[in-house]
């Protein structure tokens, strides 16, 4: 029995909380581990500081596919290195290893974050039975009193032979423990389910899922369908938007598409399109 397994035993004293029990990690690893299938490895940790740094520091001895789940997460990061903490299993914490291999051209590997974002919200929306929606890069917004708020985030990191990607969700976030007021749960946007091991096991199979098409079309988004599944689910798009830009720059426009490097494309008040494939994106107002 491994430390993760005893943990979600009866007899882990430190689980207090009726409410947010533990994860089981042998049964996500019978439903989720098996021959043929993406996932190699799952292991479950009652702590970490960040699933995404500690999977990155074992890439290179890890077959693609493997998979870390944290409880707790205390050093968690997004992007710009901001840091992220919320209170032991209350969400789902977790990092995937993928190589995508000479079968798709690095530059495309940029795509992972939005592919993440697709099988997120698909998988949740399913699993959940909650409306989802997408804001570009890399934030997954659900509605809570009428009001579009972030429930996760997702952040993409290349390891010498791949790419790790981490995704961290609020599930059962109160409103007193949210980090932010802008923030979300699922469990605040009235979702049906907010038991953790179906919610992860239906973002890691639609994760699978969508692996899989991307990886067969070689990366192209076309032609996987990634690049109008992402459009689809994206909040962002039709909307006007403030994007703060790397350098201290700030563009104001409509954001119009996503292209094919997956950068989202502004028109400006003088008709002017520029594609940013970097920096932070503030909804303003619907144009549609």
């Known amino acids: 029995m491994t430390p993760s397994d005893a943990a979600a035993g009866p007899s882990a004293g430190r689980w207090s909380s009726l409410d947010r029990p533990p994860l089981n990690a042998a049964a996500l690893r019978r439903a989720l581990v098996v021959e043929g299938g993406l996932w190699t490895s799952l292991e479950v940790v009652p702590a970490t500081g960040s699933t995404n740094t500690d999977l990155a520091a074992r890439a290179a001895d890890l077959s693609e596919g493997a998979v870390l789940v944290a409880e707790e997460q205390t050093a968690g990061r997004g992007r710009l ?5 919320a209170p032991a299993r209350s969400g789902l914490f977790f990092s995937v290893l993928l190589k995508p ?5 690095q530059e495309r590997w940029g795509w992972l974050t939005l592919l993440a974002g697709v099988a997120a919200a698909q998988g949740l929306s399913r699993a959940a039975g ?4 997408l804001k570009w890069p890399n934030d997954l917004l659900v509605t809570v009193d009428g009001e579009e708020r972030k429930a996760a985030g997702i952040l993409a990191e290349r390891v010498a032979d791949g790419v790790v990607v981490g995704i961290g969700l609020n599930v059962t976030l109160t409103e007193d423990e949210l980090p932010v007021p802008a923030a979300g749960s699922l469990l605040l946007a009235k979702a049906a389910v907010t038991d953790r091991e179906p919610l992860l096991k239906a973002v890691l199979r639609m994760l699978e899922e969508w692996y899989g098409r991307w990886r067969e079309a070689g990366g192209d988004p076309a032609e996987s369908g990634l690049q109008e599944a992402y459009a689809a689910s994206c909040a962002t798009l039709g909307r006007h938007v403030r994007a703060e830009l790397p350098g201290g720059r700030s563009l104001t426009g409509t954001a119009e598409a996503v292209d094919a490097d997956g950068r989202l494309v502004i028109r400006t008040p003088e008709e002017e399109r520029e594609a940013v494939g970097a920096g932070d994106v503030v909804h303003l107002r619907s144009v549609r």
């Open 101 to 105: 291999g000479e079968g798709v051209p």
């Open 81 to 85: 290195d901001r840091s992220w903490t």
């Open 130 to 133: 909650v409306d989802t929606s």
